[in-house]
């Protein structure tokens, strides 16, 4: 503790003394400290379960261990500066940097979600991979430095000195704290999950827990303190990620490196797959399911005959059951079947729409899991029916691969970071290093996906039911949307189709399918915690900021001191954090599915004006702000009309029309050229921008 | 790229350094074109044998992402190296914010 508490105490000269490779040296020996107290840590729960301690305890201790020591940070890094405050003083080195932005970047859906999206979808996943780090090349290229060399505090700030005043400011501050607030209510949902999971309290209480977490980096510290604790969890969820996975590969006796190796196991899994389409016993799964749709479908088509009929038969179960004098037991198990026979028509036409696709879906090959190394869907020399699949899944294939390119390089988030480098040269090199470090989980997750699918195909399927692995039998307990097993034909034997799977269960199991002892479990929900805690952390700090700087400072009352400022902006955090945290609380599944739908959103908005603001001088403030609200309005419109869960919130029922049969996920696709379209049209026909920002535009082009 | 207070020998230099990175920028943006989009679309054409993966699955999980760090690399060395040049002629100068911030 003692270095740590030199090296961040808030003594800026001596800082400003210390040269940057002197800092860089000090930083380096403070992480590798801190890696080896995290190993230690994870050494000694290894031995307390050795000695017996509960999973319980264990759990509860890799959750408030970690965020004791982020909460020291967090103290330590304390500022009422608003250079520290806003962008950490700018002298974040490059590979720091780098660091923090991995771990800002990378959230509880990278973590959690990405190995199990690449397990269910195949290639298909592969989308989130190439788009996410992709959009990193185009942030390196048109904008961090640039951002940097303009070296103000957020992107509204760049917006307004670049087109002339307030105007595409405010429609920044809108986009911003639009597409950021969608985010982190995901974040802490995150958090949320994996405290109540882990420790067993209610979700609730769970969310509000982890947002202790959150507040004590940011709210005192700003920037500062999130830089220095960014760059520890990643540590944490670097660990966390690969132990268990280098693990599951030596168990499947392949090297520890799998990411360099499971093409061989990538093999296995396509040799498997045509093994069980081929299979008997799965395709008796499959007719069942297919008559249980088949029964929905009689039903719904006469549905009042259907529902009396049901009720009767109910009611006749129980009256001869209590004839027969059974036990009591039966007798109330009958009675809850009768009480669950939908109430009228209408709920009897939802519930069995609902189970008829539900049996559909279960209906289909390999558990409805496409071919995992099979490059789209359909075939393109097959009948009209399969080309058309073909087509459309390439296309959004593609489109998605965009949206989620341009949305990283647009998310403020991620580029208010590159704000914080010394220098505009260390911000390029800080960009190729955040890409480094998030290669590294990324190159992992679908080595893990394949690794655990060979687990399934080989091992798992075929298992008689009395022999099932025990962490089966756990996660069903736990959670039944991440694992359900039936035997479905009645054989004993367990058939791919009889498994439903969620996707998150494919790295919180890890640990438990690679058979290593609890307190790996309890690392990796550390990591997830990490990645979640992380990324919260960064934006809620971008939406207190935009509220604080943007708006009240420059807006309301540009005379306040710089210490009001920043106890400004200190309220709005824990404000803003308290409003997410209870939206979160209501689990709102809507806004969960629009957070796919936030990566279009921030695309369209920001890409074409800050772009555009660099490299055409002739772009002025009147086609910015047309371009950002077109771009804008066209996506929030296409995703409001088309994305299922968002028409059900907002009661719209006109017919979905897709264009070009792009999915509204990618909905950017016609956002981002409408928004360059218009900005470039608008520009053209109104005055040139004025002389101030003509020198603004020569001035960030130099280094 | 004029700049009213330099004088002209200054503002040609930044002119060349503003025309390399454009170029360096165009060029970088073209490889990551065709990895990120090209090769992406052709994928199931692209689908012999390469260390064991399908090649275009292998691009699309890790060799896509090995060359987008490898042109930012390229990128951040270029740079530095066009920026030296930028103060060899004469141009260099342009440090310090362009609105100072307001404290």
Redesign the interface.
């Known amino acids: 503790m003692g270095i740590r508490s030199r090296t961040f105490a808030p003594a800026r000269g001596r800082f400003a003394a210390m040269g940057g490779a002197a800092f860089s040296r000090r930083l380096h020996w403070i992480y590798l400290a801190f890696g080896l107290a995290f190993l230690a840590f994870v050494g000694v729960m290894a031995l307390l379960e050795q000695l017996g301690l509960s999973r319980r305890w264990i759990g509860f201790l890799f959750l408030v261990g970690p965020i004791v020591f982020y909460a020291g940070i967090g103290i330590l890094c304390r500022t009422t500066d608003p250079t520290e405050y806003y962008v950490a003083g700018r002298r974040v080195p490059a590979l720091y940097n780098g660091m923090a932005t991995g771990a800002d970047w990378m959230s509880a859906a990278s973590f959690i979600g990405m190995a199990g999206t690449l397990y269910l979808s195949g290639y298909g996943g592969l989308a989130y991979i190439l788009g996410w780090t992709g959009g990193f090349v185009l942030v390196a290229l048109l904008i961090a430095p640039y951002l940097r060399k303009f070296g103000q505090y957020t992107i509204p700030d760049f917006l307004a000195a670049r087109y002339d005043g307030n105007l595409t400011r405010v429609i920044g501050v809108v986009a911003a704290i639009g597409c950021s607030f969608l985010y982190v209510v995901a974040q802490i949902y995150g958090v949320g999950l994996i405290t109540s999971r882990i420790t067993g309290v209610a979700f609730e209480v769970g969310v509000f827990l982890g947002l202790g977490g959150i507040l004590v980096c940011s709210f005192l510290g700003g920037m500062r303190a999130v830089t220095w604790t960014q760059v520890a969890q990643y540590i944490v969820l670097l660990v966390a990620y690969l132990v268990p996975v280098a693990w599951l590969s030596l168990k499947q006796h392949a090297t520890v490196v799998p990411q360099a190796t499971y093409g061989y196991q990538l093999q296995k899994v396509i040799a498997a797959e045509k093994r069980l389409q081929a299979d008997p016993a799965e395709q008796q799964v499959i007719t069942i399911f297919r008559q249980r749709a088949a029964e929905l479908d009689a039903r719904l088509a006469d549905i009042p005959t259907a529902l009396a009929a049901e009720r009767s038969a109910a009611a006749r179960r129980i009256s001869e059951l209590k004839a027969a004098n059974a036990p009591q037991g039966d007798i109330q198990a009958a009675e809850r079947v009768l009480a669950r026979v939908p109430r009228d028509a209408d709920t009897a036409r939802d519930e069995w729409t609902h189970a008829r696709d539900a049996n559909l879906e279960r209906a289909r090959p390999l558990a409805g899991m496409p071919p995992h190394a099979q490059q789209f869907a359909g075939d393109p020399h097959g009948d009209a029916a399969t080309r058309k699949a073909f087509d459309d899944s390439r296309h959004n294939f593609i489109a998605l691969v965009f949206c989620l390119m341009v949305g990283t390089a647009s998310l403020p988030h991620v580029l208010t970071r590159f704000y914080t480098p010394p220098s505009v040269s260390e911000a390029r090199t800080s960009v190729a290093w955040s890409l480094f470090f998030i290669l590294l989980l990324y190159v992992t997750a679908p080595a893990l996906a394949v690794l655990v699918k060979v687990e399934v195909f080989q091992s798992l399927v075929g298992t008689r039911f009395d022999q099932l692995p025990a962490w089966i039998n756990n996660w069903t307990h736990v959670d039944g949307s991440l694992l359900q097993v039936a035997d479905v034909n009645g054989d004993g034997i367990l058939q791919l189709g009889e498994m439903k799977i969620g996707g998150d269960i494919v790295v919180l199991a890890t640990p438990e399918i690679a058979g290593l002892p609890y307190v790996i479990s309890g690392l990796v929900a550390a990591g997830g915690l990490a990645a979640a805690l992380s990324t919260a952390d960064g934006l809620l700090l971008t939406i207190a900021n935009a509220l604080s700087h943007d708006l009240w400072f420059r807006i309301v009352d540009p005379s306040a001191s710089a210490t009001r400022r920043v106890t400004v902006s200190k309220v709005l955090l824990l404000m803003v954090a308290l409003g997410a945290a209870y939206v979160t609380a209501q689990k709102p599944g809507d806004i969960l599915l629009l957070v796919s739908a936030a990566f279009s959103i921030a695309a369209s908005a920001f890409f074409p004006a800050l772009v555009m603001g660099v490299f055409w001088k002739r772009a002025n403030r009147w086609g910015a702000a047309a371009g950002m609200v077109a771009g804008l309005g066209l996506t929030s419109y296409y995703v409001l009309v088309n994305q299922p869960g968002v028409r059900e919130a907002f009661g719209i029922t006109s017919p979905i029309q897709l264009w070009w049969g792009i999915q509204p996920i990618a909905a950017g696709l016609f956002g981002v050229p409408v928004g360059f379209a218009v900005l470039v049209a608008v520009s053209l026909l109104t005055p040139r921008p004025s002389q101030a920002a003509l020198a603004m535009v020569d001035d960030v082009r130099l280094p | 790229?004029?700049?009213p207070a330099a004088p002209d020998g200054v503002n040609s230099a930044?002119a060349r350094?503003?025309h390399r990175?454009?170029r360096l920028?165009a060029v970088?943006?073209l490889v990551?074109f065709v990895?990120?989009?090209v090769v992406?679309?052709f994928?199931?054409d692209l689908?012999f044998p390469?260390?064991?993966?399908?090649f275009?699955?292998?691009m699309?999980?890790?060799g896509?992402?090995?060359v987008?760090?490898a042109?930012?690399?390229v990128?951040?060395r270029r740079?530095?190296r066009i920026?030296r040049r930028?103060q060899a002629e004469g141009?260099?100068g342009?440090h310090g914010?362009?609105?100072q911030?307001?404290?």
């Open positions: 790229m004029t700049h930044r350094h503003w990175t454009q920028t970088l943006l990551w990895v990120g989009f992406t679309w994928a199931r689908d390469f260390l064991g993966w399908p275009s699955f292998w699309a999980a890790q896509g992402v090995i987008f760090v042109l930012l690399a990128y951040a740079m530095a920026d930028l141009g260099s342009g914010d362009v609105v911030a307001p404290r």
